[in-house]
């Protein structure tokens, strides 16, 4: 009896040991005629089918994954010609289905990773449907509809971008914020902009490095973040170059540019109404301004406000007296990027010959700087 106890017990055993690194996924796809259930494996070199299996007669299927590493890699599910990512850690029992449409019902549990990608999918996949709706609407529309098509359009692009970045943030030791971090909406190349990805893309790096440190993702994002302080070198060096121009929308909606303030002292100031500080950084700027307006000192004052009745209500009860702009991005605008705005409130004073002479100069020392110039 004791023999066949432990018996019993070594065999236990070595079958939880044989299966540690394996990963058991099941689930139920309703509603389609699609029969066929297909396993597909991401890999620096590609993507490669790895399984496949046919529906029972209640839609079910099961797949059994060998060797799946102790951090979080990318497979793909593939029903009736559509993909659902999943994030698959060693040990996982993994349920995933849909009833109707792949992409916007199914459900996924059992694997952490795979249901924050799914939390991030529930939206990203259906704006992006939004938006590509918007653009062939577009395409067939009159010219009369094509403005509110255009409203709609950049209103829910916005949306989407604010969730996605929220998303990464709240998320930022996960692998599914590095999944987040690379997609990208109709005609965007970036995330925000070349310059200021790599204020998520390092955030993420840090996090996901704590998280799982032996993530071949690691490696992947510490590239990425190497490449782009490559490209914005030039930018921390800005006050050596001449100033990058700018041309945004004042609050009639008439484009106003940087350069048309050329010849004078100009005050690039960079600011946001909906962070509620305002009030007194503009008073003591309009105090400065009155002061030096007369020799020749402007200010050329950058809102990233994402609320243009935020905006215009705070530029209008606080009297501004400046040019004021907005594009109504907040950190997706690609005014942020060039000139390496890394936190509000910011600004560059810009001399008679366009050269940057100082940055982040407030108060008496914007004075101190002003007198010298003067």
């Known amino acids: 009896m004791k023999n066949t106890l432990f018996a019993l017990i070594?065999?236990?055993?070595?079958?939880?040991?044989?299966?540690?690194n394996d990963v058991r996924i099941s689930g139920k796809f309703l509603g389609l005629n699609a029969k066929d259930v297909y396993l597909e494996q991401m890999t620096a070199a590609g993507q490669t089918i790895i399984d496949s299996v046919a529906l029972a007669a209640d839609g079910s299927y099961r797949f059994l994954v060998k060797n799946v590493p102790q951090t979080p890699s990318i497979y793909n599910i593939i029903y009736n010609n559509e993909?659902?990512?999943?994030?698959?850690?060693?040990?996982?029992?993994?349920?995933?289905?849909?009833?109707?449409?792949?992409?916007?019902?199914?459900?996924?549990?059992?694997?952490k990773e795979s249901e924050l990608l799914r939390e991030f999918n529930r939206e990203y996949i259906s704006g992006m449907q939004e938006l590509n709706a918007s653009i062939a609407a577009y395409a067939e529309a009159g010219e009369a509809a094509r403005p509110e098509i255009a409203r709609l359009y950049n209103s829910k692009q916005r949306e989407l971008k604010r969730n996605q970045i929220s998303f990464i943030i709240k998320n930022k030791s996960s692998i599914a914020a590095v999944y987040a971090l690379?997609?990208?909406?109709?005609?965007?190349?970036?995330?925000?902009?070349?310059?200021?990805?790599?204020?998520?893309?390092?955030?993420?790096?840090?996090?996901?490095?704590?998280?799982?440190?032996?993530?071949?993702?690691?490696?992947?994002?510490?590239?990425?973040?190497?490449?782009?302080?490559?490209?914005?070198?030039?930018?921390?060096?800005?006050?050596?170059?001449?100033?990058?121009?700018?041309?945004?929308?004042?609050?009639?909606?008439?484009?106003?540019?940087?350069?048309?303030?050329?010849?004078?002292?100009?005050?690039?100031?960079?600011?946001?109404?909906?962070?509620?500080?305002?009030?007194?950084?503009?008073?003591?700027?309009?105090?400065?301004y009155n002061k030096y307006e007369a020799n020749g000192f402007r200010v050329y004052q950058v809102s990233f406000d994402t609320s243009k009745a935020t905006w215009i209500q705070a530029v209008q009860e606080q009297k501004l007296p400046w040019v004021s702009v907005c594009d109504f991005r907040g950190q997706a605008s690609p005014i942020m990027g060039v000139y390496n705005v890394r936190s509000l409130p910011s600004n560059y004073l810009i001399d008679r010959n366009g050269r940057i002479v100082a940055k982040n100069v407030y108060s008496d020392a914007l004075v101190k700087e002003l007198e010298k110039l003067f």
């Open 10 to 20: 070594c065999a236990t055993i070595l079958c939880c040991s044989c299966s540690n």
């Open 83 to 111: 993909r659902i990512p999943l994030l698959l850690t060693a040990g996982e029992n993994v349920t995933v289905g849909s009833l109707g449409s792949v992409l916007a019902n199914y459900t996924v549990s059992g694997s």
């Open 182 to 288: 690379y997609q990208r909406l109709p005609d965007e190349q970036y995330l925000v902009n070349s310059e200021s990805d790599i204020i998520y893309f390092r955030t993420v790096a840090d996090a996901v490095c704590k998280s799982y440190p032996t993530s071949p993702f690691v490696v992947t994002l510490r590239n990425d973040v190497a490449r782009m302080e490559a490209q914005t070198s030039l930018l921390n060096t800005i006050e050596e170059r001449d100033y990058p121009d700018i041309v945004a929308d004042d609050m009639y909606g008439n484009p106003s540019k940087l350069s048309e303030l050329e010849g004078n002292v100009i005050l690039v100031d960079f600011w946001a109404a909906e962070l509620g500080n305002s009030n007194a950084l503009n008073a003591e700027l309009k105090e400065i």
